[in-house]
T-cell receptor
């Protein structure tokens, strides 16, 4: 059974600092997704990683995928308060049966 | 382009009742999937429909069912509600027909928040 593990689950960081969220998964997959969820809101797609070595960047966020290690990372550079949210990684099985990690609740403090 | 629309947004039911939730996908998207989100279990896959056919089902009891209409709109039904069914139910649409076609990115609606008393 596919398992998706994120760590850390909770992350409190100061503005201006850098940090990385890790996403490990248990079975072979070359597709991984990152989503953001604000409190009480739905999920917003951030990155779609479709192959080994894929790297995507948007603003202060950068995601990468290593399919051999079954690992994706979401790197935050010079965090700002607006990045406070819960971040989920998800691994694609098929027929849109995505398995999500537990989420990382990020709080950026001034 | 309008996003995924879910109705109702909030509802309160009592144990034993049933509930029907509705989802209108993004125009042109033929795949609709449903997820349950709770603080304890996180996001869990319920089922996915494509062209009115259920293609995949998660590990939920038979009280959870769904269907998809010819216009791709989808409904899910939960019968004999239990307290543990209180959750945010999220619908997501995708243009993808087959695995490996397209990015597989899901577009989520705002969700229907169900409270069971």
């Amino acid at each position: 059974e596919l398992k998706v593990e994120q760590n850390p689950l909770f992350l409190s960081m100061q503005e201006g600092k850098n940090y990385t969220i890790y996403c490990n998964y248990s079975t072979t997959s070359d597709r991984l997704y990152w989503y953001r969820q604000d409190p009480g809101k739905s999920l917003e797609s951030l990155f779609v990683l479709l192959s080994n070595g894929a790297v995507k960047q948007e603003g202060r966020l950068m995601a990468s995928l290593d399919t051999k290690a079954r690992l994706s990372t979401l790197h935050i550079t010079a965090a700002v308060h607006d990045l406070s949210a819960t971040y989920f990684c998800a691994v694609d099985r098929q027929n849109n049966d995505m398995r999500f990690g537990a989420g990382t609740r990020l709080t950026v403090k001034p | 382009k309008a996003g995924v629309t879910q109705t109702p947004r909030y509802l309160i039911k009592t144990r034993g009742q049933q509930v029907t939730l509705s989802c209108s996908p993004i125009s042109g998207h033929r795949s609709v999937s449903w997820y349950q989100q709770t603080p304890g279990q996180g996001l869990q896959f319920l089922f996915e429909y494509f062209s009115e056919t259920q293609r995949n089902k998660g590990n939920f009891p038979g009280r959870f069912s769904g269907r998809q209409f010819s216009n791709s709109r989808s409904e899910m039904n939960v019968s004999t509600l239990e307290l543990g069914d209180s959750a945010l139910y999220l619908c997501a649409s995708s243009p993808r027909g087959s695995y490996r076609v397209g990015t597989g990115e899901l577009f989520f609606g705002e969700g229907s928040r169900l409270t069971v008393l």
